[in-house]
């Protein structure tokens, strides 16, 4: 905007949605040149709130009629100076006088406060005023020789958006330092992942959170309490994977993540496998996460063995329970750590004398999770017919 004046456009139309930010980026620019006004050769700054003079009088002109008060206020004319039939016509010569920013906040009511006969005349007979008109919709003005210059303001980015939410966000004792404000912000945004492998679910966080707009974005802020912060972190996991957004979310999984949030506590085992598992690209269903999930209930039933399940190997692999490693784990090496998981899960199993296989058959436990097909029954069929 301050580039578009220091070039000598004459009108500057601002377009931009309700709640983008227009109506702030523009008083911050008013602020600019006010604290700069010799530098910029402006003497006058006119602001006009298009919101609270529209309907006050039928009969007046929405925006010549503020005009006129907003030059009285600023003693630029006296108030019974112009007669209330000749305020046009008596106000461009005053206008000329001085180098002048009017800017004019339409609001959502545009077409029933912008009028492009009386901008023509205005743009034409006033040649030291520039003209910033904020609107949600493009004005359509055809003017011969005035420079103009459209500026749309588009919606935040996703980086953008969720540091808005993380900086403003305060639950009492889940999201109220910056310690537990890092840590949502980092499993909101994935940064260690490939972008294109996320492109699904950051689009879904995205609108979720206010797509973009800083007033949505900021109201979603303010009101959220525990549940919305819960809806959060369930939109943060399913969103990567459109099947797991038809199915209910284990309850324990949200509140594990709540807590490393708020305490930077590692999920436990299970949580971390059912994580893993939604992100997991080898597992190409629902099915197959089921079945990883059944095999980790196997791993982890102790009613099967009279010792305590060490979890600590299997948890190494999924990064300590942290969940931005599991995550990222599940998406830039899933294959491996597919494979590795399912040795650390073979290797309880053998150890507690409820399997007497282990490496061997680790490919085969993969397959067999991946695609339900039991590679190991079907070899000794084969060997057996044979």
């Not at 006296?78 to 007669?83: F, L, Q």
């Not at 830039?332 to 290797?347: F, N, Y």
Request: net charge neutral; proline share 4%.
């Amino acid at each position: 905007i301050i580039d578009a004046v220091l070039d000598n456009h004459r009108l500057i139309n601002l377009v931009g949605a309700a709640g983008i930010g227009k109506s702030s980026i523009v008083a911050a620019t008013c602020l600019y040149v006010f604290e700069r006004k010799s530098f910029m050769m402006f003497e006058n700054i006119i602001y006009i709130d298009c919101h609270s003079t529209l309907g006050q009088d039928p009969e007046q002109n929405p925006i010549l009629y503020p005009l006129h008060k907003q030059m009285i206020d600023l003693g630029l004319v006296e108030a019974d100076e112009i007669a209330k039939d000749r305020i046009e016509d008596a106000l461009y010569p005053i206008l000329n006088r001085k180098k002048s920013l009017l800017v004019l906040d339409l609001g959502k009511d545009h077409d029933n406060v912008f009028c492009p006969e009386f901008w023509g005349r205005f743009c034409t007979k006033t040649k030291k005023v520039t003209v910033l008109i904020v609107s949600e919709k493009p004005l359509t003005l055809d003017l011969d020789r005035v420079i103009k210059k459209q500026i749309v303001l588009k919606p935040l980015k996703f980086e953008s958006s969720y540091k808005l939410l993380t900086n403003v966000i305060d639950i009492p004792q889940l999201v109220e330092n910056q310690e537990q404000r890092k840590r949502l912000r980092a499993f909101i945004s994935l940064k260690e992942c490939p972008k294109k492998k996320i492109g699904l679910r950051t689009k879904a966080i995205h609108k979720f959170i206010g797509g973009g707009n800083p007033a949505g974005i900021l109201a979603k802020a303010s009101q959220m309490t525990k549940q919305g912060l819960k809806d959060l972190i369930k939109e943060c996991i399913i969103s990567q994977n459109e099947e797991e957004s038809n199915e209910p979310l284990p309850r324990a999984v949200l509140i594990d993540v709540l807590k490393w949030i708020q305490l930077n506590k590692s999920l436990p085992l299970m949580s971390s496998v059912v994580l893993f598992a939604i992100f997991c690209e080898e597992l190409g269903d629902r099915e197959a996460r089921q079945r990883l999930i059944k095999f980790f209930e196997e791993v982890t039933d102790e009613s099967s063995t009279r010792e305590t399940i060490d979890e600590i190997g299997i948890l190494s692999v999924l990064g300590n329970g942290s969940p931005i490693s599991i995550c990222t784990l599940g998406l830039a090496k899933a294959k491996e750590t597919l494979l590795d998981l399912i040795k650390a899960g073979l290797k309880v199993l053998t150890d507690s004398g409820r399997r007497t296989v282990m490496d061997v058959y680790a490919h085969g436990e993969v397959e067999r999770i991946k695609d339900g097909r039991n590679i190991i029954s079907d070899e000794y069929a084969v060997s057996a017919n044979f």
